[in-house]
């Protein structure tokens, strides 16, 4: 799939893909509007301080970089990659890549080293920077065996090899940047392998920046506006909702230090809106929730407070009382965001409505989208400008049509596998024709790509767009009958208590799950705080506990799912599913393999 292939065959969407349609006008673009605003602002370790750099300042960075890179002799179509955390030396990079026409890959750069190599080898990548000399050093074991990484070079660092001398090379051999055409390949993004090894996604200029412009007009984000950047870059819902929405707008973003850090880097930061999972929201909720209830008073005037909220939620002009509250109680709750947060963008998973409504009452609504890597990332999402429909994924993004297909399900069926056509879908997987072709349609929709994504769904008669579940995760029970585990345990997990779940039955009688209770959660609840008062084993090891877990698991989903569909028994474990344990990819998907390799045989122990 070549660059000249894909112009000659879209030249028909050049109207489509409006200016700036490609990442290096879009920057340059907002250099010349925003120069002297700020673009990125880094906590300073020393003096505790976040320090920002404007767009101008970003711009020369860049300008010299791609000097260097075309001394190097970087050629248009040849591949950079990068192993660091969201930074403006990762920017630079990227920008300098894109600016002499080359191809982007990010890695992250907590990952494994196999994972590393699989993707520099599979890349085919010239040159990469990498974080620090320890990176550089597991790099430099295998550079050996990957015939096309011609240099490393280290980002935060001193020397022959570092990115400061780098810059130093290029800002005395200046070149003009190029303007890559909408069709060109801008990045390489590779998936989390949650089966078999990761691929990669050929994303070009014209996916990156349509569904950048959509996701700012859809939350119009301005020069006024302020993020507080905590996804990843080298996944593209990071790259969309945050990096090239705040470009195009004119806005900052801060670099949030870690996930133990958030709630101080709210204060600091003070943004405006963020783009995270609904994971850190569950985890804010259940830490307000929990410092109400240990003060009876506080419980009390928060408790009516959010009942007034409800009276209100449809009402133009507020109620005094909820004016009242909305001073005394929830703007404590928006000051734990720095005081300004107007919105937050979820992806990944559902907020549980219980926990979106809270903190749409209180003054912080979230909204829900959806889409793949292979989609730019969004495919369908909520915003302040086109409703907010909780419980669904929102509405198709412009030149976006969504297809339920139902012929893996039957026509009887009220959902089907999600099928997309638009703007945002990809070019294809690097290197892997057979599977690209499996997964795109074989025909195409106003002259748009379609992709088959492997979830099931359905849509309501206002549009929005409804997910429950994945064909890819579905097995059968003995009885014969379809079970798709990923919506059993979405529902599970909106539950206060528990914090993850896996559900397991293929060729069984009835299903099973394995529970990781959320600790904390119950800590901070009258009815089971008593149960949490010594160690966690001692608390899964209290019959009385888990018996009380099952019946609160059990009784949810009798509103939702059949009888043969609701697990009859349960395992508890103490060790919840992260990234580090090898448990959940890097944007916080189960990797059912890895749970199953571990605890399978006690699951299926379940069972004798």
């Not at 090899?161 to 909408?182: C, D, F, I, M, R």
């Not at 074989?442 to 002259?447: I, V």
């Not at 849509?459 to 890819?472: A, N």
């Not at 899964?540 to 009888?563: P, S, V, W, Y």
Request: hydrophobic letters at 35%.
């Amino acid at each position: 799939m070549s660059n000249k292939e894909t112009v000659v065959q879209s030249t028909n969407l050049d109207a489509v893909y409006t200016k700036p349609n490609n990442l290096v006008d879009l920057f340059e673009n907002s250099v010349a509007k925003f120069g002297s605003s700020n673009l990125f602002g880094t906590k300073n370790k020393t003096t505790d301080q976040y320090e920002w750099v404007t767009y101008g300042a970003v711009a020369e960075r860049v300008n010299n970089l791609r000097g260097a890179l075309n001394k190097l002799g970087l050629s248009k179509g040849e591949k950079v990659g990068v192993i660091v955390s969201n930074s403006v030396e990762w920017f630079v990079c990227c920008q300098a890549t894109h600016g002499l026409g080359g191809v982007f890959v990010p890695m992250y750069e907590k990952e494994l080293q196999k994972v590393w190599q699989y993707i520099l080898q599979d890349a085919d990548i010239k040159y990469v920077f990498v974080r620090d000399q320890k990176i550089y050093d597991v790099v430099k074991s295998f550079q050996k065996d990957i015939p096309t990484l011609k240099d490393i070079f280290i980002l935060f660092g001193e020397g022959e090899k570092s990115l400061a001398q780098l810059e130093k090379t290029g800002k005395a051999n200046p070149v003009p940047s190029y303007k890559p055409h909408w069709s060109e390949t801008a990045f390489i993004i590779y998936t989390s392998g949650t089966t078999g090894d990761p691929k990669g996604v050929l994303l070009h200029h014209g996916n990156m920046t349509h569904n950048a412009q959509e996701s700012r007009d859809t939350f119009d984000v301005t020069e006024k506006d302020i993020g507080l950047s905590i996804l990843p870059w080298a996944h593209s819902f990071g790259l969309t909702a945050d990096l090239h929405c705040y470009l195009l707008g004119g806005g900052s973003l801060g670099f949030a230090e870690s996930a133990e850090k958030l709630t101080i880097n709210f204060s600091e930061v003070k943004p405006t809106g963020m783009s995270a999972v609904p994971r850190v929201f569950n985890i804010i909720y259940d830490k307000i929730q929990q410092g109400v209830s240990a003060d009876p008073e506080k419980k009390k005037v928060f408790d009516a407070a959010l009942a007034e909220a409800v009276k209100n939620r449809d009402l133009k002009e507020k109620t005094e009382e909820f004016k009242f509250y909305d001073a005394v109680a929830f703007s404590v709750v928006r000051n734990i965001f720095g005081g300004r947060l107007k919105h937050v963008v979820t992806g990944g998973a559902l907020m549980k409505p219980e926990i979106a409504l809270f903190f749409a009452d209180v003054g912080v609504p979230t909204y829900d989208g959806y889409g793949l890597s292979e989609t730019s990332p969004v495919i369908s999402n909520n915003s302040p400008l086109r409703g907010n429909k909780y419980g669904t994924v929102g509405k198709a993004f412009k030149d976006t049509r969504i297809i339920i297909d139902k012929s893996r399900v039957g026509e009887d069926s009220p959902d089907g596998e999600i099928v997309v056509y638009g703007a945002q879908v990809m070019q294809g997987y690097h290197k892997k024709p057979k599977i690209t072709a499996e997964a795109m349609m074989p025909d195409t929709w106003n002259g748009f790509p379609g992709i088959r994504t492997g979830d099931r769904g359905w849509l309501d008669e206002e549009g929005y767009l409804h997910i429950t579940g994945r064909f890819k995760d579905e097995y059968k029970l003995e009885n014969g009958k379809y079970v798709h585990p990923e919506s059993i345990e979405n529902e599970m997990k909106i539950l206060r208590y528990v914090a993850n779940a896996i559900v397991y039955g293929e060729g069984r009688l009835y299903n099973v799950a394995l529970v990781v209770p959320d600790f904390e959660a119950m800590k901070g609840d009258p009815k089971t705080a008593a149960w949490v008062q010594g160690t966690h084993e001692e608390t899964i090891a209290n019959k009385e506990c888990t018996d009380f877990i099952a019946q609160q698991i059990t009784e949810h989903l009798r509103k939702t799912f059949g009888g043969y569909e609701i697990p009859q028994k349960f395992l508890y474990i103490t060790e919840d599913f992260t990234v580090d344990n090898g448990m959940l990819t890097q944007t916080m998907k189960l990797i059912r393999r890895n749970v199953m390799k571990k605890y399978g045989d006690q699951l299926k122990a379940l069972y004798e």
